[in-house]
């Protein structure tokens, strides 16, 4: 396709910041090998925990960081995958990504804009960004905090199953844009036989008092161990929890 990953950021992605493609990233950039580093990645969790105060849940902490994360990646690679037909270089050892003050993932530099998709099939596409990125943080990330991984699949899920849905109303779509990723979280077991970490993240549940149906997560995302935070509003605890009482 002859668009550029600028022409992107409009839509449901015009809040997002458009990477850098460089071979030579800036002085801020770290590279994302770093968050394999269990020393490194406590230290970034432990100064992004530091505004909900020296006793709040690393578990809980950790979770929270992956869905700046995961937010502001998904929604570039899927993008890039399902609109331009191209796979970005986002695996770990490929990618620098920036920070602001309190270790949030503010942005990421590519060292090209990606390679057509030599693989069409509905795993294979994505394999860069769930094999080489996904899989070894959320390793990381659960060694590091306690937490299951499963709880870190289920925050990526979560971003994936939001902006499969979004990317359709994007000015490039067609009407057949993001059945890919949706196939792939419909499927309960990769190509392997083992299970599909990403299977039906979300589920939407028929509500009596709303139009629409509402959106409910699979798993928790933690949040609530933190006490000032709460439940957040696509929780499956607290929906049990409403219904019981």
């Known amino acids: 396709m002859s668009h550029t990953l600028s022409t992107l950021y409009v839509g449901p992605l015009e809040n997002f910041a458009p ?4 071979p030579t990233p800036g002085p801020q950039a770290l590279p994302a090998t770093e968050l394999q580093n269990p020393n490194y990645l406590k230290q ?3 100064r992004f925990g530091a505004q909900y105060g020296p006793e709040a849940d690393l578990k809980a902490v950790a979770s929270l960081w992956s869905k700046w994360h995961f937010s502001a990646l998904i929604a ?5 995958n399902l609109l331009l037909g191209r796979d970005l270089p986002v695996g770990l050892k490929e990618l620098y990504f920036t920070q602001s003050a309190d270790g949030k993932t503010t942005g990421f530099t590519l060292a090209h804009a ?10 294979s596409r994505f394999k860069s960004l769930i094999d080489q990125h996904l899989s070894p943080l959320i390793n990381a990330l659960a060694l590091v905090s306690g937490a299951s991984a499963k709880v870190f699949w289920s925050n990526a899920g979560n971003y994936l199953e939001f902006f499969t849905s979004a990317i359709q109303t994007h000015p490039l779509a067609v009407p057949t844009s993001n059945q890919p990723a949706q196939r792939l979280l419909e499927s309960r077991s990769l190509p392997d036989g083992q299970r599909n ?6 589920r939407y549940i028929e509500a009596e008092d709303a139009a629409d149906p509402k959106r409910i997560r699979r798993l928790c995302c933690l949040r609530y161990l933190i006490d000032e935070l709460g439940y957040c509003g696509n929780c499956p605890v607290a929906c049990r929890r409403s219904i019981q009482s």
Do not use: E
């Not at 990477?19 to 460089?22: D, E, R, Y």
């Open 76 to 80: 570039t690679a899927l993008a890039a």
């Open 197 to 202: 970490p990403l299977y039906l993240p979300v």
């Open 44 to 46: 970034l969790l432990a």
């Open 114 to 123: 990606g390679q057509p998709l030599s693989n069409q099939d509905d795993f």
């Open 19 to 22: 990477p850098l493609v460089s």
